[in-house]
């Protein structure tokens, strides 16, 4: 079974689940709509849904007749239920939710988390049906490289470096489009959003809260020291200071009619 770094059990997780729904919900929406194959009736799967707000949404779009469901490792922070929303524990590692079956098949922020990403984009793919589309949205750090001043770039230097150890690639963006040219999608279109940011924005409380809620194995991991954290945890809480630090790599494919 795949473990997952930033467990739901962790004591701030549903709080910063609930703002990265906030942050990204609307982008994610966008690009959804923007394919034209969610309607009434149509069948959506999310994988690795988090709080399921994307999962509840597909919901409401598929209705009256379609049906969304909505999978992950731990459904323990999801709110919604409704009539045509399926939730499922399970692990895309494992193997296809269900083989040919959706319409649209998504997942946000997900895969740079597991260690098998070629399994699960696999799996992913095999659970889209025929003419059905897969739409991934992962984050890429290509911004941190100019981030300013640079002790900002040191911290993420040492943010990066915890995060190879866990497991966590956070360049995955970059691979999404020769991955599913790979598995013989065709229609494969890509974007990539960086939010600009200063401290006391909405992504400034993202990054205060997640770097507070994994502090503790940041400095025992030895990539990172207090100071540091301190530094940068400051810059998040001034104004004056601009910044962009995720290049959110949003690649759709379509799976090839028989
Ligand atoms: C960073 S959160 C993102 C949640 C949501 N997609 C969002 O963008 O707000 C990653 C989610 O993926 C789930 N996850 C991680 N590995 C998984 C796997 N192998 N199979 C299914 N879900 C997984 C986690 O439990 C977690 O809910």
Same mark, same amino acid.
């Given at each position: 079974m795949s473990k997952y770094? #930033? *467990?739901?059990? #962790? &004591?701030g997780e549903g709080k910063r689940l609930a703002l990265m729904s906030e942050l990204l919900d609307p982008m994610h929406r966008r690009h959804i709509e923007a394919l +034209?194959?969610? &309607? !009434? *009736?149509a069948r959506a799967l999310e994988v +690795?849904? *988090?709080?399921g707000s994307i999962s509840a949404w597909l919901a409401e779009q598929v209705s009256p007749g379609g049906k969304a469901v909505a999978v992950d490792l731990d459904l323990s922070l999801i709110e919604v239920r409704t009539p045509n929303l399926e939730l499922r524990q399970d692990d895309i590692v494992a193997g296809p939710v269900e083989r040919g079956s959706f319409d649209l098949v998504t997942a946000r922020a997900v895969l740079h988390h597991i260690a098998d990403v070629e399994a699960a984009t696999k799996n992913l793919a095999a659970?889209?049906? !025929?003419g059905g589309a897969l739409l991934l949205i992962e984050p890429d750090f290509l911004p941190v490289s100019v981030a300013e001043p640079p002790e900002v770039r040191t911290f993420w230097d040492g943010w990066l470096a915890w995060s190879r150890e866990r497991g966590i690639d956070y360049y995955i963006g970059r691979e999404l489009a020769p991955r599913l040219a790979a598995l013989g999608l065709t229609q494969i279109n890509g974007n990539a959003e960086s939010a600009i940011y200063n401290g006391g924005s909405r992504w400034a409380d993202y990054w205060t809260q997640t770097i507070t809620e994994l502090r503790g194995d940041l400095i025992t991991s030895g990539k990172l020291k207090d100071v540091l954290v301190d530094t940068f945890l400051n810059h998040c809480a001034d104004s004056n200071w601009w910044t962009q630090t995720i290049a959110f790599t949003v690649v759709h494919g379509r799976v090839p009619l028989a």
């Open positions: 770094v #930033l *467990g739901h059990d #962790l &004591k +034209g194959i969610i &309607k !009434p *009736g +690795g849904c *988090g709080n659970s889209v049906r !025929p």
